[in-house]
């Protein structure tokens, strides 16, 4: 039997936890050690450590203390690993826990976060999706049911010293820019509610000043919110410090591309069962600076798509000059005024786009001024049919029901 190296209890809080940590910082301690070729079992929190509830009320998506995520489970040592290898994970497979076969999905308040919509959706809702089986539901969406492309949101290595000093200054010129911006340009150290793991006080309270944030991705992977690192891949990571060092959370049972939502995909507490090994060396054989990886064999086989266009021409009208923010943004603003006419609230079509196996592409980025991007809406997703026809759109929904909205607190 695959032994589970981390175990969680969701009636505890995370902070009780030492398996779990949630700031990147090269001393937190391993919690445990494998060779390479072992497979394992890890257990993970979702993303916000159970703050958010499967109930019809978004005050905790409104409320949620965002300096407290991510909580990862780890850091795993690997014998053997050093610098420079490179760690080699197969995610060989990810799991809800039966006790807890649901995930959320939010809008975060444009006071508390955001999100990539936050001028159009400023204020905080959510959505519970039901996981049954491969297959997930949400009672606040209706007309929609999809197969899960499971993945773990983040995952990698811990950073060395020297690497943390670099993005510790350069996130920090970038937020020095504009202090005062709401949300902030980046999330940067901020020990108050720092979760070191198995660090003792003393040294965590010099180290939870400098530990980097788990918010963005970067060069060692981390919050990369890619759907297609699904169950079944294989990644390859940098390694920055003895033992490598690699911690996982965020798991998502299902994410459109750009986890455009924020809050997020259809996030869940869960399992997650790897196989680790080395490559020596790897990174500079291969020249490696972030990771690379191999998709699943096994994908949903969704293939037919109605695909969104959009270019780097604001809401506004204003010109951009082949700015693919701007052109995803116009894409997924034009998916979700298509899907509002058949019925849908706009806040639906938005939480559809952030929690369904969209694709999005980068489709042209040299067509001076526009950039073009794309969003792929699967269209077997769906109960009824949203294709264009002679006779418009086939309203098959009344309306009754929304997603739930919290209004901000004044
Ligand atoms: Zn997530």
């Keep these: 039997m695959t032994e589970t190296i981390i175990k969680i209890n969701l009636s ?24 390479p070729g072992d497979d394992f079992i890890v257990e993970c929190y979702d993303w916000t450590g159970g703050q958010i509830k499967d109930d019809d009320d978004a005050a905790d998506v409104r409320d949620v203390d965002l300096s407290q995520v991510h ?34 999905n939010g809008f975060f308040s444009k006071k508390n976060g955001g999100g990539f919509l ?6 905080a809702q959510k959505s519970i999706w039901d996981i049954n089986g491969m297959f997930t539901k949400s009672r606040h969406v209706p007309g929609v049911e999809y197969a899960g492309l499971i993945h773990p949101g983040l995952i990698g290595c811990l950073p060395s ?11 920090k010129a970038l937020y020095d820019t504009e202090p005062d911006r709401v949300p902030a340009l980046a999330t940067l150290p901020y020990a108050d509610t720092a979760h070191m793991g198995r660090m003792s006080k003393e040294d965590s309270a010099t180290a939870a000043a400098e530990a980097a944030r788990t918010v963005p991705p970067r060069e060692h992977g981390g919050n ?5 690192l699904s169950r ?34 259809i996030e869940m507490a869960g399992w ?6 080395l490559i020596k060396g790897g990174m500079s054989k291969y020249a490696i600076k972030n990771p690379i990886f191999k998709p699943s064999p096994i994908t949903p086989k969704y293939d037919d798509y109605l695909i969104f266009e959009g270019i780097s021409v604001d809401e506004g009208g204003k010109q951009h000059y082949l700015d693919v923010h701007i052109a995803y943004r116009q894409a997924c603003l034009n998916a979700i005024e298509y899907l509002h006419k058949f019925g849908y609230s706009k806040a639906q079509a938005y939480a559809i786009l952030g929690t369904a196996p969209v694709q999005g592409h980068i489709s042209g980025v040299v067509d001076i001024p526009n950039a073009c991007a794309t969003l792929w809406l699967p269209t077997d997703i769906f109960e009824f049919d949203v294709q264009p026809g002679a006779d418009g759109p086939t309203k098959e929904l009344d309306g009754s029901i929304d997603v739930p909205l919290a209004p901000d607190l004044e």
């Design 12 to 35: 505890e809080s995370p902070y009780d936890n030492d398996c779990i940590h949630n700031r990147w910082h090269p001393d937190i301690p391993m919690v445990a050690t494998v060779k």
């Design 71 to 104: 909580f990862l489970s780890g850091p795993v040592g690997v014998e053997g690993a050093e610098p420079g290898d490179l760690l080699v994970v197969d995610i060989l497979d990810i799991g809800a826990f039966p006790e807890s076969e649901w995930g959320f």
């Design 118 to 123: 936050t001028d159009h959706f400023p204020e």
């Design 161 to 171: 010293q020297e690497m943390l000093e670099e993005w510790n200054t350069r996130e």
């Design 224 to 228: 990369c919110d890619i759907k297609d």
């Design 232 to 265: 079944g891949s294989k990644i390859y990571f940098p390694v920055y410090v003895e033992g490598g060092g690699l911690s996982v959370g965020d798991l998502h049972f299902s994410q459109g591309d750009g986890e455009i939502t924020f809050c997020g995909a």
């Design 272 to 277: 997650i069962h790897m196989r680790v090994n």
